[in-house]
């Protein structure tokens, strides 16, 4: 099974950033600086964290 987790938080703020990488962390569920989430390790949670790595810290 696939229910293995990762923890990504918001460490950078998205003012200035393009619509879509502020539209990718919107939908990582994440809404303000140092707000952390727990998601399901998939490849499309991958690759969404992996667009905005500049923004994000990911653990696990």
Request: charged share 30%.
């Amino acid at each position: 099974m696939s229910d293995k987790k990762i923890k990504v938080t918001l460490v950078k703020s998205v003012i200035g950033t393009k619509q879509s990488h502020r539209a990718t962390v919107r939908g990582l569920g994440l809404r303000r600086l140092n707000h952390t989430v727990e998601l399901v390790d998939t490849p499309e949670v991958r690759g969404m964290v992996n667009k905005v790595s500049y923004l994000v810290k990911c653990e696990g």
